[in-house]
């Protein structure tokens, strides 16, 4: 409603604060793709909606439960008809929750998931794995309807090796299964090796560059690694130099 002057009629909003009001409200509206992609609303009696509500700042819209910043927090995709999860899916990296079963997936979802450094509760349909296998979760529980993985383990400390990646590189976790080898400042290259030297033209960087994103030596893109991806086999790593994923 329009402002009154004292005892005067309405006094009509200027034409520009009435269109940031519009696109504000518009702002507010907009959801991530993902939470749109299947139709209706999270269900009362799922966990998701569950963990949802127990945090008053927390809100369900559409299939997402989004903190006040409109983070995904919680994404229900149960009985969607999803074959795959589509090219939105990683709007949901932030997700500590994930409802996906009752739907017919394909099995083989490890790097799907590549970047869910959050996630700590997985639901799927019963006929599908968690990715990163039984070894990333804490606990993997069978259902008659679905499959529920708890608990992701930071496989930089679930191999037993401290020196997983080079003498200057660092193990981060990447999501189930999954981990990166990320250079220390002022070294970059395959293994980490290489320092800036005179001459040298280096692009700059917003952050230290990960060993799995520079090119091997034998001339192919390294990958994310998992668990099952290591060559050698972990079981086989004899030194340092070995010790690389992919």
């Known amino acids: 409603m329009s402002p009154r002057g004292p005892g005067g009629p309405p006094i009509p909003l200027p034409w520009a604060a009435a269109l940031l009001l519009a696109l504000r409200v518009g702002r507010a509206l907009a959801l991530p793709e993902v939470c749109i992609q299947c139709p209706g609303s999270v269900r009362n009696w ?3 909606a569950l963990y949802c509500k127990q945090t008053p700042e927390l809100m369900l819209h559409a299939r997402c439960c989004l903190n006040q910043n409109g983070t995904i927090l919680g994404l229900d995709l149960q009985n969607c008809s999803l074959k795959d999860l589509g090219p939105n899916f990683p709007q949901a990296h932030t997700a500590v929750i994930i409802d996906l079963h009752a739907n017919p ?6 790097n799907t998931f590549q970047g869910f450094i959050q996630l700590q509760t997985l639901i799927l349909p019963p006929d599908v794995n968690c990715p990163g296998g039984i070894n990333a979760w804490n606990t993997v529980t069978f259902y008659p309807n679905n499959q529920t993985c708890e608990g ?3 496989l930089c400390n679930s191999t037993g090796d401290t020196e997983i990646c080079p003498e200057n590189g660092s193990c981060v976790p990447d999501g189930p299964g999954l981990l990166q080898c990320v250079c220390v400042d002022g070294f970059h290259g395959y293994k980490c090796m ?5 001459g040298d033209f280096l692009p700059r960087q917003a952050g230290p560059r990960s ?3 520079e090119k091997a030596t034998v001339g192919r893109k390294m990958e994310h690694c998992t668990m099952l991806e290591c060559h050698p086999p972990i079981e086989e790593w004899t030194s340092p130099s070995s010790r690389l994923c992919c």
């Open 152 to 154: 992701q383990r930071n």
């Open 105 to 110: 997936l394909k099995d083989d979802l490890a």
């Open 46 to 48: 799922s966990k998701v």
């Open 194 to 198: 290489r320092q800036p030297s005179q």
């Open 211 to 213: 060993l799995l994103q």
